[in-house]
């Protein structure tokens, strides 16, 4: 059976994306775009289409480094180093 | 190697330029939306400068399709599947 609200629900805390999701989030589509355009320069038939493709790809590029750089000094992205003992 | 002409596309490259498209849109309207909703200033302004560089990639992959005789009406939402 369904729970009957009476008004309007609330806004709760829990519904709302976190500053570190909103980035994340934009990172995991850069990304992805990064990608596509990748794919791109490598079926460009005509020189001026590869350019377009190189051009947007560099442009997401210098996107992704300030995403990871924004993210790095917030502490939110940190990955692990390897260890030469755990070889 | 490459095939000169700087007007015609083949419909592979259409295809890929406009799917593209509509993806910068879709980030475009995203930094829109988080800009109502984010508080630190340092994130805020990193999805500001997103925003500026997805809004130069759009109106870029528009004037390449322009170009090649495909014209773009920014107003209209592209199509989803």
């Known amino acids: 059976m369904y729970r009957q609200y009476e008004g309007t629900p609330t806004y709760t805390q829990q519904s709302r994306m976190s500053d570190k999701d909103v980035i994340t989030d934009v990172l995991s589509s850069v990304k992805h775009m990064s990608g596509h355009y990748h794919q791109g320069i490598l079926e460009a038939n005509s020189h001026d289409t590869r350019q377009a493709f190189l051009n947007l790809h560099d442009y997401t590029l210098d996107q992704h480094k300030n995403i990871v750089e924004s993210m790095k000094s917030q502490g939110w992205y940190n990955p692990e180093m390897a260890n030469p003992r755990n070889y | ?81």
């Not at chain 2, 007007?7 to 800009?35: A, P, R, W």
């Not at chain 2, 500026?52 to 920014?74: H, T």
């Open chain 2, 1 to 81: 190697m490459y095939n000169q002409s700087t007007s015609q596309i083949t419909q592979k490259e259409k295809l890929y330029l406009e799917d593209q498209l509509s993806q910068e849109q879709v980030c475009l309207s995203k930094c829109n939306q988080y800009l109502n909703q984010v508080q630190n200033p340092q994130v805020r302004n990193c999805i500001e400068d997103i925003r500026s560089s997805c809004e130069q990639k759009v109106n870029f992959i528009s004037e390449r399709l322009n170009q090649a005789g495909f014209p773009q009406n920014q107003s209209q939402r592209p199509h989803y599947y």
